[in-house]
């Protein structure tokens, strides 16, 4: 419990320093905010020409593609306002041999690691998505009752916990090579699977993506609580993505045992 207090303090002061840099510069940051909006906004416009130029996808309105893309918007930015930084930090670590010191700290070395990941910049995304959500539950007549947003709370929340997860799988590979590549790259193209609906998959897709490899539960499952479709217990997914962060440390200390400075 002491460390858990101690990481998220760390989170704090780290976040504070973050904001107070990228504050002394502030057309360089409104500059790096709008890229980064733009970054986000492709994936869901491409998706969103596809669907109003195709015949969609199946069982989806267009207001509730909308819906999804908000959704998709938001999650993606609040994460990587948690964690963005997390991969380059790693990599900066690794390749330096700095990881030796954080190794001596009393605090665990993955989450000091995971609390170095904030980035303010991806502001603009969680209020795009939050306006093209409101804007779309709008649209839908969605009316919010407790038990809903309680259940979306939790989808949230379990999304959030499988993105710290995946963030924790790279860190563990990253300290087993010095030059990592194009690792960031396939896990962004590993992750992207999270940005389309579950019904674009086979069955047995559709199996892994919500209880083995759970990208479904980043989007998809926010997305379905919403609209009142969800027929999978919420505390089964939160379960779920427990399950698979248990798993990602698993991975970590495994890794970490192995390291033998800069790279192992």
Same mark, same amino acid.
Not at 199 to 210: G, T
Not at 239 to 247: D, E, G, K, T
């Given at each position: 419990m002491k460390s858990i207090i101690k990481i998220f303090r760390y989170f704090i002061k780290y976040s504070k320093l973050t904001?107070?840099?990228q504050m002394q510069y502030r057309l360089n940051f409104f500059l790096s @905010? @709008?890229?980064a909006l733009v970054g986000t906004s492709i994936g869901p416009l491409i998706q969103l020409l596809i669907v109003t130029n195709t015949r969609g996808?199946?069982?989806?309105?267009? #207001?509730? !593609?909308?819906?999804?893309q908000g959704i998709l918007l938001f999650t993606s930015g609040f994460s990587n306002m948690l964690f963005g930084n997390v991969k380059n930090h790693i990599i900066g670590l690794v390749r330096k041999g700095d990881l030796d010191v954080l190794l001596l700290k009393p605090i665990p @070395?993955?989450? @000091? =690691?995971?609390?170095?990941?904030?980035? $303010?910049?991806?502001?603009?995304?969680?209020?795009?998505? $939050? &306006?093209?959500?409101? &804007?779309?539950?709008?649209k839908l007549n969605i009316v919010l009752s407790p038990l809903m947003l309680i259940a979306f709370f939790i989808a949230i929340l379990s999304g959030i916990i499988i993105h710290m997860a995946i963030n924790i799988i790279f860190s563990? =590979?990253? !300290?087993?090579? !010095?030059?990592?590549?194009? $690792?960031?790259? =396939?896990?962004?193209?590993i992750s992207g699977f999270a940005n389309y609906p579950l #019904? $674009?998959?086979?069955?047995?897709?559709?199996?892994?993506?919500?209880f083995l490899i759970p990208f479904a539960v980043m989007v998809y499952i926010p997305t379905r609580v919403l609209l009142g479709h969800i027929s999978i217990n919420i505390i089964t997914i939160f379960?779920?993505?427990?399950?698979?962060?248990?798993?990602s440390l698993l991975i970590w200390i495994k890794s970490i045992r192995k390291y033998s400075s800069a790279g192992g």
């Open positions: 904001i107070a840099r @905010t @709008t890229i996808y199946p069982g989806w309105t267009l #207001e509730q !593609v909308f819906l999804f @070395t993955i989450g @000091t =690691i995971i609390s170095s990941g904030f980035n $303010l910049e991806q502001l603009g995304s969680i209020f795009a998505g $939050l &306006w093209l959500i409101i &804007w779309a539950s709008l563990a =590979i990253a !300290v087993k090579i !010095v030059f990592t590549g194009r $690792l960031a790259e =396939i896990f962004h193209a #019904e $674009l998959f086979p069955k047995a897709v559709q199996i892994v993506f919500l379960a779920v993505s427990i399950m698979f962060f248990l798993i």
